[in-house]
Protein backbone atom coordinates (compact mmCIF):
# COMPACT_ATOMS: atom_id res chain seq x y z
CA UNK A 1 0.00 0.00 0.00
CA UNK A 2 0.88 3.63 -1.18
CA UNK A 3 0.62 6.34 1.19
CA UNK A 4 -1.16 8.93 -0.32
CA UNK A 5 0.71 11.88 0.53
CA UNK A 6 2.01 13.02 3.84
CA UNK A 7 -1.48 13.74 4.98
CA UNK A 8 -2.48 10.52 4.83
CA UNK A 9 0.38 9.15 6.21
CA UNK A 10 -0.70 11.72 9.08
CA UNK A 11 -4.17 9.82 9.72
CA UNK A 12 -2.54 6.16 9.45
CA UNK A 13 -0.24 7.01 12.21
CA UNK A 14 -2.82 8.93 14.32
CA UNK A 15 -5.38 6.11 13.93
CA UNK A 16 -2.97 2.95 14.42
CA UNK A 17 -1.75 2.74 18.28
CA UNK A 18 1.16 -0.11 16.68
CA UNK A 19 2.90 3.16 14.49
CA UNK A 20 6.65 2.83 14.95
CA UNK A 21 9.16 5.64 16.67
CA UNK A 22 11.47 3.59 15.24
CA UNK A 23 12.38 0.64 13.01
CA UNK A 24 15.76 -0.89 13.79
CA UNK A 25 17.39 -3.11 11.72
CA UNK A 26 16.67 -6.47 13.24
CA UNK A 27 12.79 -6.14 13.27
CA UNK A 28 10.12 -7.33 11.16
CA UNK A 29 9.91 -4.85 8.32
CA UNK A 30 6.48 -5.90 7.73
CA UNK A 31 5.08 -6.02 11.25
CA UNK A 32 6.30 -2.16 11.15
CA UNK A 33 4.80 -1.03 7.60
CA UNK A 34 1.56 0.98 6.92
CA UNK A 35 -1.47 -1.54 5.69
CA UNK A 36 -4.99 -1.78 5.41
CA UNK A 37 -7.44 -1.57 8.50
CA UNK A 38 -7.54 -5.45 9.23
CA UNK A 39 -4.07 -5.75 8.59
CA UNK A 40 -3.03 -3.41 11.32
CA UNK A 41 -5.56 -4.72 13.80
CA UNK A 42 -4.20 -8.01 13.30
CA UNK A 43 -1.03 -6.99 13.41
CA UNK A 44 -1.35 -4.91 16.65
CA UNK A 45 -3.07 -8.17 18.48
CA UNK A 46 -0.19 -10.34 16.80
CA UNK A 47 2.96 -8.74 18.26
CA UNK A 48 4.64 -9.50 21.63
CA UNK A 49 3.79 -6.71 24.16
CA UNK A 50 7.10 -4.91 25.56
CA UNK A 51 8.27 -5.97 28.94
CA UNK A 52 7.03 -3.75 31.40
CA UNK A 53 9.69 -1.07 32.92
CA UNK A 54 9.87 2.44 33.78
CA UNK A 55 9.43 5.32 30.84
CA UNK A 56 11.45 7.80 31.13
CA UNK A 57 10.39 11.57 30.63
CA UNK A 58 13.31 12.45 27.97
CA UNK A 59 12.85 14.09 24.94
CA UNK A 60 14.42 14.48 21.16
CA UNK A 61 13.28 17.27 19.46
CA UNK A 62 13.81 16.73 15.87
CA UNK A 63 13.85 18.81 12.97
CA UNK A 64 13.50 18.08 9.40
CA UNK A 65 14.69 19.59 5.72
CA UNK A 66 17.15 22.51 5.11
CA UNK A 67 19.42 23.56 6.22
CA UNK A 68 17.87 27.18 4.98
CA UNK A 69 19.69 30.60 4.98
CA UNK A 70 17.50 32.55 7.25
CA UNK A 71 15.11 30.26 9.45
CA UNK A 72 17.96 27.90 10.16
CA UNK A 73 20.19 30.37 11.75
CA UNK A 74 17.00 31.63 13.95
CA UNK A 75 15.85 28.62 15.16
CA UNK A 76 19.61 27.73 15.85
CA UNK A 77 19.72 31.24 17.75
CA UNK A 78 16.69 30.16 19.89
CA UNK A 79 17.59 26.26 20.90
CA UNK A 80 21.05 27.93 22.03
CA UNK A 81 19.70 30.65 24.09
CA UNK A 82 17.29 27.44 25.87
CA UNK A 83 20.38 25.69 25.94
CA UNK A 84 19.15 22.91 24.29
CA UNK A 85 20.08 20.51 21.83
CA UNK A 86 18.59 18.42 18.96
CA UNK A 87 18.46 16.08 16.15
CA UNK A 88 18.79 17.51 13.02
CA UNK A 89 17.53 15.47 9.62
CA UNK A 90 19.49 17.60 7.02
CA UNK A 91 18.82 17.47 3.05
CA UNK A 92 22.17 16.45 1.52
CA UNK A 93 21.16 18.96 -1.32
CA UNK A 94 20.57 21.69 0.60
CA UNK A 95 23.67 21.04 3.04
CA UNK A 96 26.23 21.14 -0.33
CA UNK A 97 24.23 24.62 -1.21
CA UNK A 98 24.57 25.72 2.66
CA UNK A 99 27.29 23.96 4.09
CA UNK A 100 28.79 26.84 6.51
CA UNK A 101 24.74 26.36 8.32
CA UNK A 102 25.36 22.50 8.39
CA UNK A 103 29.00 22.80 10.27
CA UNK A 104 27.56 25.35 12.49
CA UNK A 105 24.42 23.14 13.42
CA UNK A 106 26.90 20.53 14.42
CA UNK A 107 29.43 22.93 16.42
CA UNK A 108 26.67 24.15 18.20
CA UNK A 109 26.43 20.54 20.00
CA UNK A 110 23.53 19.47 17.67
CA UNK A 111 23.37 15.99 16.32
CA UNK A 112 23.20 15.92 12.35
CA UNK A 113 21.33 12.92 10.78
CA UNK A 114 20.61 11.69 6.62
CA UNK A 115 16.99 12.91 5.46
CA UNK A 116 18.32 11.39 1.70
CA UNK A 117 20.16 13.50 -0.56
CA UNK A 118 17.34 14.67 -2.49
CA UNK A 119 14.23 14.54 -0.59
CA UNK A 120 12.30 12.10 -3.24
CA UNK A 121 9.08 9.54 -1.72
CA UNK A 122 10.87 6.40 -1.03
CA UNK A 123 8.16 4.78 -1.48
CA UNK A 124 8.36 4.89 -5.15
CA UNK A 125 11.60 3.88 -5.24
CA UNK A 126 13.45 0.43 -5.67
CA UNK A 127 15.83 -1.11 -3.16
CA UNK A 128 18.54 0.41 -4.94
CA UNK A 129 17.11 3.70 -5.50
CA UNK A 130 16.55 3.86 -1.73
CA UNK A 131 20.19 2.76 -0.67
CA UNK A 132 21.21 5.60 -3.34
CA UNK A 133 19.69 8.21 -2.07
CA UNK A 134 20.27 7.26 1.78
CA UNK A 135 24.06 6.86 0.63
CA UNK A 136 24.74 9.95 -1.50
CA UNK A 137 23.11 12.36 1.67
CA UNK A 138 25.17 10.63 4.51
CA UNK A 139 28.57 11.02 2.41
CA UNK A 140 27.88 14.40 1.25
CA UNK A 141 26.93 16.01 4.74
CA UNK A 142 29.80 13.41 6.23
CA UNK A 143 32.31 15.55 4.07
CA UNK A 144 31.23 18.46 6.33
CA UNK A 145 31.00 17.18 9.56
CA UNK A 146 32.03 14.11 11.16
CA UNK A 147 29.24 12.95 12.78
CA UNK A 148 28.94 9.22 13.19
CA UNK A 149 24.78 9.64 13.30
CA UNK A 150 24.83 10.26 9.28
CA UNK A 151 25.60 6.58 9.04
CA UNK A 152 22.96 5.41 11.67
CA UNK A 153 20.26 7.52 11.92
CA UNK A 154 17.47 8.10 8.88
CA UNK A 155 14.03 9.57 8.26
CA UNK A 156 12.11 9.00 4.97
CA UNK A 157 11.07 12.17 3.64
CA UNK A 158 7.36 12.51 4.42
CA UNK A 159 7.07 10.38 6.10
CA UNK A 160 6.74 7.66 2.98
CA UNK A 161 7.42 4.31 3.49
CA UNK A 162 6.60 0.29 2.81
CA UNK A 163 8.08 -2.57 4.20
CA UNK A 164 10.25 -2.91 0.90
CA UNK A 165 11.33 0.52 2.17
CA UNK A 166 12.40 -0.58 5.47
CA UNK A 167 14.11 -3.80 4.30
CA UNK A 168 16.63 -1.69 1.88
CA UNK A 169 17.20 0.76 4.75
CA UNK A 170 17.71 -1.89 7.02
CA UNK A 171 20.05 -3.09 4.94
CA UNK A 172 22.06 -0.53 4.98
CA UNK A 173 22.33 -0.75 8.53
CA UNK A 174 20.28 2.32 9.48
CA UNK A 175 17.54 3.21 12.10
CA UNK A 176 14.49 4.26 10.42
CA UNK A 177 13.93 7.02 13.06
CA UNK A 178 10.16 8.48 13.22
CA UNK A 179 8.12 10.08 15.76
CA UNK A 180 6.22 9.25 18.93
CA UNK A 181 4.31 12.60 17.66
CA UNK A 182 3.86 15.43 14.98
CA UNK A 183 1.98 18.60 15.62
CA UNK A 184 1.72 19.46 11.98
CA UNK A 185 4.19 22.20 12.22
CA UNK A 186 4.52 21.37 8.12
CA UNK A 187 1.14 23.14 7.68
CA UNK A 188 0.00 26.65 8.15
CA UNK A 189 -0.55 26.91 11.79
CA UNK A 190 0.45 29.17 14.54
CA UNK A 191 2.60 28.53 17.48
CA UNK A 192 0.04 28.53 19.91
CA UNK A 193 -1.50 25.58 17.66
CA UNK A 194 1.89 23.97 18.21
CA UNK A 195 2.26 24.23 21.81
CA UNK A 196 -2.02 23.02 22.40
CA UNK A 197 -1.08 20.00 20.35
CA UNK A 198 2.47 19.15 22.10
CA UNK A 199 0.80 20.03 25.44
CA UNK A 200 -1.91 16.89 24.46
CA UNK A 201 -0.03 14.53 23.12
CA UNK A 202 2.62 13.99 24.76
CA UNK A 203 4.80 10.80 25.28
CA UNK A 204 7.55 9.34 27.84
CA UNK A 205 9.57 9.23 26.39
CA UNK A 206 9.34 11.16 23.09
CA UNK A 207 10.96 12.09 19.90
CA UNK A 208 8.90 14.89 18.31
CA UNK A 209 8.79 15.66 14.98
CA UNK A 210 9.64 19.70 13.90
CA UNK A 211 10.39 21.16 10.89
CA UNK A 212 13.11 23.82 10.15
CA UNK A 213 12.22 26.59 7.67
CA UNK A 214 9.11 27.34 10.00
CA UNK A 215 8.56 30.52 11.66
CA UNK A 216 5.98 29.59 14.00
CA UNK A 217 8.01 26.87 15.13
CA UNK A 218 10.72 28.66 16.04
CA UNK A 219 8.37 30.82 17.68
CA UNK A 220 6.67 28.06 19.47
CA UNK A 221 9.48 26.92 21.13
CA UNK A 222 10.24 28.57 24.48
CA UNK A 223 6.69 28.06 25.23
CA UNK A 224 7.02 24.13 24.10
CA UNK A 225 10.53 23.79 26.17
CA UNK A 226 9.12 25.49 29.08
CA UNK A 227 5.91 22.89 29.09
CA UNK A 228 8.25 19.96 28.92
CA UNK A 229 10.65 21.22 31.51
CA UNK A 230 8.15 22.03 33.89
CA UNK A 231 6.59 18.42 33.52
CA UNK A 232 10.05 16.51 34.47
CA UNK A 233 11.50 16.03 30.95
CA UNK A 234 14.93 16.35 29.92
CA UNK A 235 15.97 16.96 26.28
CA UNK A 236 18.66 14.69 24.49
CA UNK A 237 19.25 14.07 20.99
CA UNK A 238 18.11 11.16 18.85
CA UNK A 239 21.34 8.93 19.72
CA UNK A 240 21.34 10.19 23.44
CA UNK A 241 17.32 8.70 23.74
CA UNK A 242 18.14 5.32 22.43
CA UNK A 243 21.08 4.84 24.16
CA UNK A 244 19.07 5.05 27.29
CA UNK A 245 15.60 3.58 26.30
CA UNK A 246 15.16 0.34 24.20
CA UNK A 247 13.39 0.60 20.88
CA UNK A 248 10.59 -1.51 22.30
CA UNK A 249 9.84 1.52 25.07
CA UNK A 250 10.25 4.00 22.56
CA UNK A 251 7.61 2.44 20.33
CA UNK A 252 5.48 1.77 23.44
CA UNK A 253 5.98 5.09 24.77
CA UNK A 254 3.08 6.39 27.39
CA UNK A 255 0.74 9.13 26.68
CA UNK A 256 1.77 12.21 29.49
CA UNK A 257 -0.10 15.02 28.67
CA UNK A 258 1.97 18.44 29.95
Known sequence: MLIAGYGGYRVWRHTNPAAPAIVTPGMDAVAYAPGGLGTRLKRLFLRTPPAPGPRPKLIALT?????????TPLLLDTLAGLHVRATFFLIGRDGQQYPDLVRR????????????????????????????????????????????????????????????????????????VLWNDDPG????????????????????????????????????????VERYRAAGYRFVTVGELLAAVAPAVLNSASRSPI
Do not use: C, K
Request: charged share 20%; net charge negative.
Open 63 to 71: FDDGPYPVD
Open 105 to 176: IAAAGNEIADHTLTHPDLDRLDAGAVRGEIDAGAAVLGALVPDPALRRYMRPPHGRYTAATLRAIQADGYDT
Open 185 to 224: DWRAIGPDAIVAHVTRFATAPEILLLHSGRPATVAALPAL
